[in-house]
């Protein structure tokens, strides 16, 4: 018996031994556990647990809720925690015992959660941070039979709200203030523009200004060409039809043809054309697209535009063989005014006797200190231009000498226009080509071959037509120009001066823009002629002048050499004589008598003369082509020392370039009684 009472109580000695420390633990959470609640109470009695403006509004929403559901049972829940020590605690709190914040949610009732969803979106300064207390929940709350939720409210402190605001109207003051800085510099912009505006020359053309030429609009012309493409087609309907015997379409399109003829007029683009032409283009397209429907057929279309281009092309060359001949003949042919101008001096020099007058300063016409020109010329009005432009643009006058050579027609004009208007300073020098008794023709070749019976007929009588065209490739070459000595003695000049040292030669269709007298300091580097090049990439060259098809001229020139230009040349008379120039070119000129190494002029035997002997001067000493070129540069041509009116198109002729006459005009003495009575005027 004792045994077994003795084990009994063993065990019970050692449960009791195991489970006293369980219960003394237990009753220590109860106790924590009681305190921590009544220190909740407390706390919330002073000081709810409500960190945010939308956690105090709730608190009557709380309060509101728990009465609208009195019959809500206290329930207990279970709660899992950390303590401080770290170790994970459970245990229970009663429904009752939860703040305010703690809401409960019925699955069935989706208004309350729409609601407070709503108010929260309503308010911009709300956060969607939960204001659930620490230690009152978990995330598995819903496996007891409900789901506790916090509605969202926001977090920011009122000091934070302030901060905000602050910073808010920090970036709207910034936003003011970078657009006031905007407004003013859009202002300056403004303002500067319209001061360069006011300050911009409208009168002078830029070299590169949007409105030249070159800067129009491609397609300005679009509607005359198509107009004109109409009448073309209109024709070749209009042929098909009256062939066809359809009269009617035949009438139709010849008249819409003249009405889009008149319409065009000679307008060269849209801009000048009448508003109605545009609806005369639509009714003959129309009358086009008729035509086509009814007559249209390729090969015959392809057969009628080929035969009308051919007369086209019969028609133009007809009319370039017209124009050329018209042109030489009006080039080479005196205006009334300028025939007048020498009769009415010639008349005046004999009546008044200034035959018996001479010109002053003859003692400096050799003296080889002074800057000495010569002018080969009948033409009185050009000289004067020459001579009136060189002295007014020279520092010192006095220290510049004009030699003029005329021929016998033209003597007594020439003189007495300079006795009547000598250059102010400058001295003058008259001479006439027939004085020259050297000048003969055992002496000179080409008045040996001009005086020749093959030289008569080559310029006079060879090639005579009947017809207008057939002549004019032949005019040119019976130009007399080419049978006067003024034109050939510019390769005497040490035998017309010979007391002077250098000399500077100039045509009669030339403009002197600048001061001439540094060319007197040009170093030729012992070459006899200093003279603008005027080749660019393969035009001007020497095979564009001379027959390199002859063994004479290609076996001792090269073809590629660059020519130059005669009009204004500056020549070194002492390295003339040592070299023989003028013995090389009566060597030539012999060789081609029968004019096969070149046809006509000085500038080929002049290339041939000169080879080798020629130093290039820069250039913008000579600005050539204002006698047939229409599209040169006028920066260039302004900037040039000279500019030459070499061409058809002189500055004294109404063929002349209207744009280039200005350069020689303002030369020219129109207030001068004798100009006045021969109608020579701007």
Request: proline share 5%; with cysteine.
């Amino acid at each position: 018996m004792r045994d077994p009472r003795r084990r009994l109580l063993i065990s019970v000695l050692v449960l009791s031994i195991f489970f006293l420390p369980v219960m003394i633990r237990v009753a220590q959470v109860r106790a924590e556990f009681s305190d921590m609640s009544s220190i909740r109470r407390e706390h919330e009695g002073k000081f709810p647990l409500y960190d945010c403006p939308g956690c105090l509004n709730r608190q009557d929403q709380s309060n509101m809720s728990s009465a609208a559901h009195p019959d809500e049972k206290d329930i207990d829940i279970i709660v899992t925690y950390s303590d401080p020590s770290g170790a994970v605690r459970i245990s229970s709190v009663r429904s009752r015992d939860l703040s305010a914040s703690w809401v409960w949610k019925n699955p069935s009732n989706e208004n309350y959660s729409l609601t407070e969803s709503s108010q929260v979106a309503d308010d911009p300064f709300r956060s969607t941070l939960s204001c659930r207390e620490p230690g009152r929940h978990t995330p598995n709350d819903h496996q007891y039979g409900s789901e506790m939720r916090h509605p969202q409210a926001s977090a920011v402190h009122p000091l934070k709200l302030k901060r905000r605001m602050l910073r808010r109207e920090r970036r709207e003051s910034r936003t003011a203030e970078l657009i006031q800085q905007d407004k003013e510099i859009d202002n300056q912009m403004q303002e500067a523009a319209i001061k360069r505006a006011l300050e911009l020359d409208t009168t002078i053309k830029g070299r590169y200004s949007i409105w030249r030429k070159e800067y129009e609009n491609p397609n300005s012309d679009s509607t005359v060409k198509l107009m004109r493409d109409q009448i073309i087609m209109a024709r070749v309907y209009a042929t098909i039809a009256k062939a066809k015997n359809n009269i009617m379409l035949y009438d139709s399109l010849m008249e819409h043809s003249r009405k889009s003829q008149l319409a065009i007029g000679e307008a060269t683009s849209d801009s000048e054309l009448h508003p109605s032409a545009l609806d005369q283009a639509k009714a003959m397209g129309h009358i086009l697209s008729t035509a086509k429907d009814q007559l249209y057929h390729c090969m015959t279309i392809a057969r009628k535009l080929r035969a009308m281009l051919q007369s086209s092309e019969t028609n133009v060359n007809e009319l370039k063989k017209k124009s050329a001949f018209l042109i030489q003949l009006a080039a080479k042919t005196v205006p009334k005014p300028l025939h007048c101008l020498p009769l009415l001096l010639t008349t005046e020099y004999y009546l008044r006797g200034y035959e018996e007058k001479d010109f002053a300063n003859r003692e400096k016409l050799e003296d080889p200190s002074l800057y000495h020109y010569a002018i080969f010329s009948d033409n009185v009005l050009a000289a004067s231009v020459v001579v009136n432009s060189t002295v007014l643009h020279v520092k010192e006058p006095e220290k510049h000498v004009f030699h003029i050579v005329t021929d016998k027609l033209n003597l007594a004009a020439m003189k007495m226009w300079f006795l009547v208007n000598p250059p102010a300073g400058a001295a003058i020098q008259v001479q006439n080509v027939d004085d020259f008794t050297w000048l003969n023709s055992s002496y000179c070749p080409v008045l040996r071959q001009l005086e020749s019976a093959r030289m008569i007929e080559y310029y006079f009588k060879a090639h005579q037509t009947s017809s207008l065209t057939a002549g004019s490739d032949n005019l040119k070459y019976r130009n007399p120009k080419y049978l006067s000595m003024l034109n050939h003695l510019r390769f005497y000049l040490p035998e017309v001066y010979p007391k002077l040292n250098k000399i500077l030669f100039l045509d009669d269709d030339i403009v002197i823009q600048k001061d001439l007298t540094p060319l007197w300091s040009v170093n030729l580097q012992g070459m006899v002629n200093g003279a603008v090049e005027t080749c660019k990439e393969s035009f001007h060259r020497f095979d564009k002048y001379l027959n390199f098809s002859n063994p004479k001229i290609s076996e001792n020139f090269d073809p590629n050499a660059c020519g130059w230009a005669f009009g204004m040349n500056i020549f070194d008379l002492k390295e003339w004589k040592k070299r023989d120039i003028t013995g090389i070119y009566h060597h030539w000129q012999d060789m081609n008598e029968d004019r096969t190494l070149w046809k006509l002029g000085t500038l080929p035997p002049g290339l041939i003369t000169f080879y080798n002997l020629t130093y290039p001067l820069d250039r913008s000493w000579h600005g050539l082509g204002l006698g047939y070129d229409p599209a040169l540069n006028l920066t260039e041509i302004e900037n040039a020392a000279v500019v030459h009116y070499n061409g058809n198109y002189k500055p004294w002729l109404d063929l002349a370039i209207a744009k280039y006459r200005s350069y020689w005009s303002r030369y020219v003495m129109f207030d001068n009684l004798y100009l006045q009575l021969c109608n020579i005027n701007e």
